[in-house]
């Protein structure tokens, strides 16, 4: 069903995945997920956190349905258990244990609040692959979170996050980012897993709801990395910052306000399926609790204009028999991130890989 | 999806489709539908009707969900304009338009209240072509009324209103035409585009909810038109009537009272999605408000009893592996149409078409 | 759509398969069901029952919307009437009838207070094989009886039927096995068209809820019968008794207290949709009508517990490219059964069948 070779929904496989946040996730507790169409339990014990195949290999019963007993996942349907590798350790009734009764474990590791799940070879997971997104326990930053389900395939969300131009239309009346900002283009950087973009705003009063009297030079920049993880801060500094700075990243203690940060990822769950997860939140010298709890609600509201877009945008897809993209010069990032993720899926599929 | 050979879902595409009621339309308003499982938005400026594929050549989203800009229409993705054309104006933050950055445009016409999209070869577009109906505003006529949508082929629906012997059992609880009703076929009238019914009853007293004392003469016609549109009038004359007038069509200014006339418009939207368009009301010599508002009350019983038959229709349909029907006396109308859909939608697949 | 060879769904034809409650068939009454994937109506008339296909031959509108006109049967369509025969004796406005204007009759019995309908040969239909199931009405027994659709396939709830060491983990909260009854298996004894399944639990104090302070041997029967019935026949007796008839079959005259009944049925309706039905109930001896409401309202937890399984089940099924199964020493029941109707599918698929 995925990654078919030329085809639109190619993801990358060897990439961490969100799976889900990690206080949603209570010891001895169990959360189902489906992450590039493969059915997943996450299990925390009071060790560890675990992701293993949710199909139980008696009768492909979902072990998300199951009970927990310390280190071990019972299935729930004929009494099988498991331990924290997938092996089956007890089959009710039976005494000898078949060596192949065993499902898969995914490696999972439980970082900045995110449950990060490796859907390629086990053998090459490397923790040093998974974002460096922020945490909710952070102390630098006071961050609220949130989630959405789509149905719609996470290549389209992620296009949409690649390409900010879309902040004057979609979410003129949330954002609010006004008609110049979408003629003007982003700096961009190609990087080892992702896309950089870096952007100032001269002179500018800042964002409906969130405007100043006085001008300031905003700066924001963003990571979007593989597999579809946005990293952005964000700062507004006194005018003239951005030409003394050369347009350069700038010194974000020297920022007068407005400091934030948001992670934002895109989780391919099926076809025409995805779940986004997001934070955002002021650093702690640049807001509190409320301005957190405001920018959350901004949030909401603007996430939910993405979502009626894009959810619109796949069923015209969906009804159009021969679907052709046409490309614009703000679609740079677009094509450097899609040209990534082909070349990463290629090379998976390659016989050496 | 449409018009496959030899199947039953051969619709014409040379053919004037309705897309909604025109005052549905409001100027600066846009208005989403799809004919033959094209997505089309409906669109209104202050000078006149456009409708366009409701698809951005950017990447596919709906224009629907667009922005009215006097004469032109802003995709609201990423800020794409088209004018009424379909051709592309401008794209934010890029200087040259892509001669190819067009959506195709329908002719459309808005006339007799309905607005009416050519779905073939735009060449061909010929308002001469438009059935004639009768509008709301039409001095004439006291008409109300309304829509419904479908699950189900608008094939099922046009064989419905080309056999009125259903009025008998489907409507034994509205209309209540009475067994004898369906024991009696109509004269049939071959058109060039479709088929006319015409019927006289003789000495009786008019339908349950509308029935007399006196016996009349009861006359009424329809033609059913391509691509699927029923223009209907009746009427009671004095006993006799039928056979001074050699039971051919009578002088409608000499009807005694129930002088009426229904447009209705079946639209296939997609695969087993219909929507369907009617008006009723008397004529103003034989009715007012209160009698029009009697019979859509009337027809909103009957057509949802039409509703109810023909989805649970389709559903046994799609439960049958190879479906088959038994033609009865009554559906020479019925063929008599689709073989002229048949004709016409094979002379369009021709080569020299 | 059934009866691929090779495929899970395999199912007997050649079967006598629930259709409904008969108490909810009322004279001059229709009610409509799927059974195999073919849309069926059931009509009783004051003389019978009729089983047809719900399937006008006209336009295939389904007849289960007819009116019952005494032994005759009126598609409300367009009027054509058949007889209890499924052949069509009229048809409005047409004076000849076409002798193939007949819709499919099935062998039909009313029995136990279940309608029982055959699916194979009408030339084979046999009463006798109708599984000797227990009605309403039999004054040996006080039961209830219910029914519940779900969205699974009826083999995976005939797999659930014929492997009961589920009490222990799907019920741990209603039924409440406990774990020890997990580990023993009990006697199995293959039947010509089907599997018994026996058991003795000695010095036990019965499930939770219905436990009692002195100790009894248990004894449980049920036959698992082609094409899904369950018949089960349970009862309490004075410890030693298992012992005392040689761990077989017990007189139930001698039984101390807790004999119930319960036939259960599994009516395969289309892909992943099958329809549940169920009795249980004291006998008159051990129980009242309270003790039939406490037995009908364990039921439904339960039974909504094994539903909530099964269709996880088949959602996981349907998520997984080459579903597999790796059977346990529990999984005798189900293979014998299993085993059993692709033995009868093939015979009916072969050339001289």
């Known amino acids: 069903m995925f990654n078919k070779p030329g085809g639109r929904m190619n993801y990358v496989r060897n990439a961490w995945y969100v799976g889900g946040w990690s206080p949603d996730l209570a010891p001895n507790g169990l959360s189902a997920i489906r992450i590039l169409g493969e059915p997943i339990v996450l299990w925390r014990t009071s060790q560890q956190v675990v992701a293993l195949a949710d199909r139980c290999v008696h009768r492909l019963a979902p072990l998300s349905l199951g009970r927990c007993e310390a280190e071990r996942l019972r299935c729930m349907y004929h009494g099988l258990l498991y331990d924290t590798r997938g092996q089956c350790v007890q089959i009710p009734g039976q005494d000898v244990i078949p060596p192949g009764a065993r499902v898969r474990s995914y490696p999972i590791v439980d970082r900045h609040s995110w449950l990060w799940v490796w859907m390629g070879d086990p053998q090459r997971a490397d923790e040093a692959l998974i974002p460096p997104a922020v945490g909710l326990e952070d102390p630098e930053w006071i961050l609220g979170r949130g989630q959405l389900d789509y149905q719609a395939e996470a290549c389209h969300i992620n296009d949409n996050l690649l390409d900010f131009s879309h902040l004057t239309y979609v979410h003129a009346n949330s954002f609010g980012a006004g008609p110049s900002f979408a003629e003007e283009r982003p700096r961009l950087v190609p ?6 973009f870096e952007r100032w705003i001269t002179g500018t ?3 409906p709801g969130r405007s100043t ?3 300031t030079d905003n700066w924001s920049t963003y990571d979007f990395l593989i597999p579809g993880v946005l990293l952005m801060w964000s700062g507004s500094f006194r005018p003239g910052m951005a030409a003394s700075c050369n347009y350069e ?6 920022a007068l306000r ?3 940060f948001t992670s934002q990822a895109v989780t391919p769950m099926a076809e025409r399926s995805a779940r986004y997860f997001f934070s955002w939140g002021p650093h702690r010298h640049h807001g509190d ?10 949030a909401a509201q603007a996430f939910g204009e993405d979502k009626i877009m ?6 015209v897809i969906d009804q159009t028999a021969v679907p052709s993209v046409m490309p614009t010069g703000h679609d740079r990032g677009v094509m450097l991130f899609n ?11 390659a016989p050496s890989a």
């Open 310 to 315: 894009i959810e619109a945008q796949q069923r």
């Open 249 to 254: 990243r700038p010194d974000y203690s020297q």
């Open 213 to 215: 009297d006085e001008l």
């Open 205 to 207: 009063r800042g964002p």
């Open 289 to 298: 609790e409320a301005l957190r709890d405001f920018l959350m609600k901004l």
């Open 191 to 196: 990087l080892e897993r992702g896309v950089r």
């Open 258 to 260: 407005g400091v934030t």
């Open 339 to 349: 040209q990534l993720v082909a070349r990463l899926a290629r090379a998976e599929a």
